[in-house]
């Protein structure tokens, strides 16, 4: 089964400062990954996928994520941080044959200082 | 209007009560999700429809019972529920393909 594996909890950046939330994923069969976004009493937001093709993908909000087959990692970056990027993240890999039931990771919480 | 339309957005029912939540997507999609989100726990998938039909159940207590009528309209329905099954409830909905979930805003649910 898959499964996902979010280091770190919680993560504390200055505004400015690169931003790295860290996710390692096992499957059984060529993954397909997401992170989600979650700002405070509201539901999940996609930021990006990797389904096929280019390794780095590209997302919402200047956020973007390397696919490492070789390291089992989906690791999600930004170069600067920002105050609104305050949130909850959450990665997750898709089971299933249509790759749409998705497993997710237990959550990292971004904060950013000023 | 949003993608995807959660009501009522918070709900407080004693164990004995019946309530619904409701759930409706305006994206043309033919997939759709029940999730569980408790404090410091991974989200839970609980239901999965496909094409109106029931594809997962991840062995949850029959005091959920979900019903999907029609492609865009999904209900989780809740009897005699306990105090731990105080969570937020996301519904989501996807084609099916690899494109992802949308999710609506969720449901707080409190029981008393």
Same mark, same amino acid.
């Given at each position: ?13 200055? &505004? ?21 976004v979650q700002y405070p009493n509201q539901g999940l937001q ?17 956020? &973007? ?21 305050a949130a909850e ?5 898709? &089971?299933? &044959? ?17 | ?5 959660q *009501?009522p957005r918070h709900?407080? +029912?004693? +164990? *004995? ?14 997939? +759709?999700?029940?999730?569980?989100q408790?404090a ?5 998938? +609980? ?11 991840? !062995? ?19 009897? *005699? ?6 969570a937020l409830y996301l519904?989501? !909905? ?9 999710f609506g805003e969720g449901s707080r649910l *409190?029981?008393?």
């Amino acid at each position: 089964a898959q499964s996902v594996t979010q280091l770190g909890s919680h993560v504390s950046v200055s &505004e400015g400062a690169l931003v790295l939330l860290r996710c390692n994923y096992s499957s059984s069969v060529p993954p397909y990954l997401f992170w989600y976004v979650q700002y405070p009493n509201q539901g999940l937001q996609l930021l990006l996928k990797y389904t096929t093709g280019a390794t780095l993908v590209k997302g919402i909000n200047g956020f &973007e994520a390397e696919f490492k087959k070789s390291e089992t990692s989906f690791h999600l970056t930004k170069p600067s941080a920002h105050m609104s990027d305050a949130a909850e993240y959450f990665c997750a890999v898709s &089971e299933g &044959e249509y790759g749409n039931k998705l497993v997710f990771g237990a959550g990292t919480i971004l904060r950013v200082k000023s | 209007e949003t993608g995807v339309t959660q *009501t009522p957005r918070h709900l407080v +029912m004693g +164990m *004995t009560n019946k309530k619904s939540l409701k759930c409706e997507q305006h994206l043309g999609h033919n997939a +759709m999700y029940w999730y569980k989100q408790s404090a410091k726990k991974p989200l839970e998938l +609980m239901f999965v429809y496909s094409l109106e039909e029931r594809v997962e159940n991840n !062995s949850v207590p029959s005091r959920f019972s979900p019903e999907c009528p029609n492609s865009s309209h999904l209900f989780l329905h809740l009897h *005699t529920l306990q105090p731990e099954d105080s969570a937020l409830y996301l519904c989501a !909905s996807s084609q099916e393909r690899p494109a992802g979930l949308f999710f609506g805003e969720g449901s707080r649910l *409190t029981v008393l």
